[in-house]
Every structure is written in C-alpha cells, then in structure tokens.
C-alpha cells in the first residue's frame, strides 16, 4: 500500500518561508517522478512543481518559479517544497504525488497524499 503523509504547513506572515515534507512508503520511491499541487479555497487543484526520480529534472509554475524550489532525498524516501517569499495567494491545501513521468497533470499521478494546509496572513 503506498502511502504519501505531508508536513510542514502552517499559518505565517506574507514574505516569510516554509518547507514542507512528503515521506513516501509502500514502494521503490526512487522509481518514481514526485509532484506537487495546491487547492485554494474555491478553486480547482492546480500543478505547483514536479521533480524527476533523480532529482536532475524540475519544473515549476510560473506563479511560484524564483520562489519555490522542489528536491528530494531517495535515501529518505522523501521530496520537499522549499516555499521563500510567501504570498497570501499561495494559502492554500498542498498536497504531494507520485507517478510514473514528471508531468504537470494531475491524472498522471496514481498515488496522493492527504495534504497539508498553508495559511499566508497580509
């Protein structure tokens, strides 16, 4: 059974930074591309940034590129959003993914966390 738990979120002032954690299990971390998106309030669930299985491809969204970074450490089984420069648009739930190519469409990824709520006050 696969299992993606996040961490990391939380309530903080706009320009401040925050990282979260996605710890995976269940199967061969390394094998597979990791993901990111957010769903604000009202609003559709929206790609944030993705990271190839060795960590030598990443990509961003234009909304977030300059100040999100994506990594991932296999040995941990883990990806984390290094998240600088918050804005109170970024509050929103985040949520990490695993699938098979590092693309930015949220169908292409089989296995979701339950998310992990970030809040950016003005």
């Known amino acids: 059974q696969v299992q993606l738990v996040e961490s990391g979120g939380g309530l903080v002032q706009a320009g401040d930074s925050l990282r979260l954690s996605c710890a995976a299990s269940?199967?061969?971390?390394?094998?597979?591309?990791m993901g990111w998106f957010r769903q604000a309030p009202g609003k559709e669930r929206e790609f944030v940034a993705v990271?190839?299985?060795?960590?030598?491809?990443?990509y961003q969204a234009d909304s977030v590129k300059g100040r999100f970074t994506i990594s991932r450490d296999n040995a941990k089984n883990t990806v984390y959003l290094q998240m600088n420069s918050l804005k109170p648009e970024d509050t929103a739930v985040y949520y990490c993914?695993?699938?098979?190519?590092?693309?930015?469409?949220?169908?292409?990824?089989?296995?979701w966390g339950q998310g992990t709520q970030v809040t950016v006050s003005s």
């Open positions: 269940g199967r061969t971390f390394s094998s597979y591309a």
């Open positions: 993914a695993t699938g098979r190519l590092p693309t930015t469409r949220a169908y292409n990824y089989d296995y």
């Open positions: 990271i190839n299985t060795n960590g030598a491809y990443t």
